[in-house]
């Protein structure tokens, strides 16, 4: 595949020995931390972040990312500018670093039973129109209750009732992403279906 | 403020959704289309398009990596 001038450059340099790569080296954490910088600022104000903070997890990013960058350097297929490959990474640990920064924050969420009186504002379902949503809400705790497995209740707990950024349980369990959306998936799947029999929501559009 | 989550849209899923994995492979090719052409991007890659319409984390980070490369 052709690959742009630049991006050629960053892959003979990094492929190469002595004080070439080195180079190549500090000049790939400069643009690492510099993107990790922008994509932790960009983030910050969201999460209420300090200063000393973003600093923190951007140098945290920066240096994961760059040795998952020169680990998968030999994948890189050159479908892309080798800068927005690399970035990939950056944003991916910035991700990962607020997830575990997640739990600094709020050390006490509980990871025991739902809370069922807090669902309904999970939802907006306000008190005064409790007449209109009552009844699709006691179906959709009996398939919550009777319908998931204990593992994808955990995972609907946490995320959705509970508010545990995905992320933040990824490293909480030490699993990955793809392994947590998957549960939820079919989680959301299996009480759209009971919600549908019922007569509660929609077919699928 | 409006924040919670719609029911309706939180239980809707879509079959051509690929997954974070598959989505997080192909990001950057995925973004470099999209900030060229984003309905080329969606038309070329549905799967990833259904993902980061469902996907919170990966659609945070897609926006990461858009900005990253629109500099
Ligand atoms: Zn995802």
Redesign the pocket.
């Known amino acids: 595949m052709a690959v742009d001038d630049a991006t050629e450059q960053w892959l003979a340099d990094l492929r190469a020995t002595g004080a070439t790569r080195d180079a190549a080296h500090a000049r790939l954490h400069d643009l690492l931390l510099r993107a990790a910088r922008t994509e932790t600022n960009r983030r910050a104000n969201r999460l209420r972040l300090t200063g000393v903070e973003v600093d923190d997890l951007a140098h945290q990013a920066a240096a994961d990312a760059m040795l998952a960058v020169l680990a998968k350097l030999s994948q890189f297929r050159g479908e892309s500018r080798f800068t927005t490959w690399a970035y990939r990474f950056v944003v991916f640990e910035v991700s990962t670093k607020l997830g575990r920064h997640f739990w600094t924050r709020n050390p006490a969420v509980p990871l025991d039973g739902i809370a069922w009186e807090r669902v309904p504002a999970v939802f907006g379902f306000s008190a005064e129109r409790e007449a209109e949503w009552r009844e699709l809400f006691v179906v959709f705790r009996h398939a919550v209750e009777n319908e998931l497995t204990d593992h994808q209740r955990q995972i609907f707990q946490a995320i959705v009732v509970d508010g545990v950024p995905?992320d933040a349980l990824r490293v909480r369990l030490g699993t990955n992403?793809?392994a947590i959306?998957k549960v939820l998936f079919d989680a959301r799947r299996k009480l759209r279906a009971v919600l549908v029999a019922k007569g509660h929501l929609p077919e699928e559009r | 403020m409006n924040d919670h989550i719609d029911l309706d849209a939180f239980l809707h899923t879509d079959p051509r959704d690929v997954?974070?994995e598959e989505?997080?492979e192909a990001l950057h090719v995925y973004a470099e289309l999209y900030a060229a052409d984003p309905q080329a991007a969606r038309t070329r890659y549905p799967g990833i398009a259904a993902?980061?319409k469902?996907?919170?984390?990966?659609?945070t980070d897609f926006e990461g990596l858009l900005a990253l490369i629109s500099e």
């Open positions: 995905l992403r793809n959306y | 997954g974070c989505a997080t993902h980061l469902a996907c919170g984390p990966c659609s």
